[in-house]
């Protein structure tokens, strides 16, 4: 058996938390979602935020479905539209908690698609991107809920400025302290990411967005539906590599596709009644 990666020293503030905002979710074909699952069966995607408070800034990891997300569903080509049950946008869980939406620093999203970014513009937050996501975005004709926003939405860019981290080639700490830490994943889009967030507490997660739909892409090692990598991916060889070496330190760190809401079990709500299950 190889040795397991040790984990990077991270040294998070004491008073950093994360907590959910699950914001709605939209069906999927088991047999979509994941090679040979059932055509007959129909999943739930979870479109849930992450909220992770730093003393240095706070961050919200993805957006989830927000209060335009039915003129986004209408800005999407017929096939692509989806039936989703909406929850409470961000923006209102945020009101809801008593937090004040200034205290976010930036939005730091795992790729540009709708369900990731629909929440995006009722933030005033700036987007934290790449600049090979932003090119993606642009290059969208048939998903072009972010560059509806964008040119109107504050951006800021980041590059990998830092060295190899769990696997990875390249990373940016966000804050210095190994807290939070981003790779590139350039599978799904040509500017995806996967985002590492470290807590005080000592536990760890690897928030993978779309690298894999559904758990079972790491844990059982099973892919999507070949169709659907055609039709969802990038870069398929980049998915396959990139959930590989997520599969090889699945032991170290709690992974949570961004649609899967098991990976979120065990993550506090902010608002205790926007967490009703999915219908
Ligand atoms: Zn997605």
Do not use: C
């Amino acid at each position: 058996m190889p040795a397991l990666t040790p984990l990077p020293a991270a040294t998070p503030p004491v008073t950093m938390t994360i907590h959910q905002l699950p914001t709605g979710s939209y069906s999927t074909k088991a047999n979509m979602a994941l090679r040979g699952g059932s055509r007959r069966e129909t999943v739930q995607f979870a479109a849930t935020a992450v909220l992770v408070q730093h003393p240095s800034g706070d961050v919200l990891i993805d957006a989830g479905l927000g209060r335009d997300v039915e003129k986004h569903q209408q800005m999407l080509p017929g096939y692509r539209r989806v039936e989703h049950r909406v929850g409470s946008p961000v923006v209102d869980q945020l009101a809801a908690a008593g937090y004040d939406p200034h205290r976010l620093s930036g939005i730091l999203i795992t790729h540009s698609h709708w369900d990731h970014v629909s929440g995006v513009p009722d933030l005033a937050a700036p987007v934290l991107i790449t600049a090979a996501e932003v090119t993606y975005a642009k290059k969208q004709g048939a998903d072009k809920i972010f560059t509806s926003f964008s040119p109107g939405h504050p951006l800021r860019e980041y590059t990998f400025d830092g060295g190899p981290y769990l696997g990875f080639a390249q990373s940016h700490d966000l804050y210095g302290d190994g807290s939070i830490v981003i790779v590139p994943a350039a599978g799904h889009t040509t500017g995806s990411v996967i985002v590492f967030v470290a807590l005080p507490s000592g536990e760890r997660y690897a928030f993978i967005g779309d690298l894999t739909w559904r758990l079972e892409g790491i844990e059982k090692n099973i892919e999507r539906l070949f169709l659907m990598r055609l039709f969802a991916d990038s870069d398929r060889k980049q998915v396959t590599v990139d959930r590989e070496r997520i599969i090889a330190i699945a032991d170290l760190v709690r992974v949570v596709p961004a649609h899967d809401e098991r990976g979120f079990a065990g993550i506090p709500l902010l608002v205790q009644e926007a967490g009703r299950g999915p219908v």
